[in-house]
């Protein structure tokens, strides 16, 4: 059963428009929460990420948000950009890092 | 800025041959994972170390063994490559010392076993 959800394989947004990737989560043992940017032939980069006593977490262009009691989280990113096109994967982890599960992943794309 | 190197970004090999596959990272990292990426699934966890010689396994780790003989290597092995372990495999690593740190990635193999 997957601990991690992201029920949305793909989206599709204008250039300049928000972009917004939803991620559920299972495990309330989780306590931090991550967003991994991924292209095609490359290993995942590390964006974002936000700690479960935060409810919003900023970076630039990038702000990620959290609701404990939901087990949601979700990624905003505003205004999107054709370069942001590529696979979001959400993750989620405890224990110091000694365990990071992963989402299935969701395809933006990124219209210009 | 930490690096994570894997020894091959493509590689086929045939049915039933022994694979290695070999990640180092640099930066002094306890723990090291490996994750097989697949359409659909996402990254699922393998095998995983929190210190040499010691191992753990993921939600994966049938037809995989792995080797941790020095911190910086973590090593893949597939006893007897199979049509089943085409993927993309991705290495990674993270501080044990630090909490809420992300794991950092090297930039994957693709295997095909033929």
């Known amino acids: 059963d997957q601990q991690v959800k992201q029920n949305s394989p793909s989206l599709s947004v204008q250039e300049g428009r928000i972009s917004i990737l939803n991620c559920d989560y299972t495990?309330?043992?989780?306590?931090?929460f991550l967003w991994y940017k991924k292209y095609p032939a490359e290993g995942p980069t590390f964006l974002i990420s936000i700690s479960s006593i935060k409810d919003k977490n900023e970076d630039g262009r990038f702000t990620v948000f959290l609701n404990k009691s939901a087990k949601h989280l979700s990624l905003h990113i505003v205004p999107s950009q054709p370069g942001d096109s590529a696979v979001y994967f959400c993750a989620a982890s405890n224990n110091y890092g000694q365990n990071f599960v992963f989402g299935p992943g969701t395809r933006l794309s990124v219209l210009p | 800025d930490v690096k994570v190197t894997q020894s091959s970004r493509y590689l086929v090999k045939r049915t039933g041959e022994k694979v290695f596959l070999e990640c180092v990272q640099d930066m002094d990292h306890e723990n090291m994972f490996w994750y097989r990426q697949d359409p659909g699934l996402g990254l699922r966890l393998i095998y995983f170390s929190y210190d040499v010689k010691m191992k753990e396994k993921g939600d994966i780790p049938e037809g995989y063994s792995v080797s941790r003989e020095k911190k910086e290597r973590f090593s893949l092995i597939l006893e007897s490559a199979s049509t089943n372990q085409t993927s993309m495999y991705l290495c990674?690593?993270?501080?044990?010392?630090?909490?809420?740190?992300?794991?950092?990635f090297g930039q994957g193999t693709r295997l095909t076993v033929v």
């Open positions: 990674a690593s993270s501080s044990l010392t630090s909490a809420n740190t992300e794991a950092f």
């Open positions: 495990n309330s043992m989780f306590d931090y």
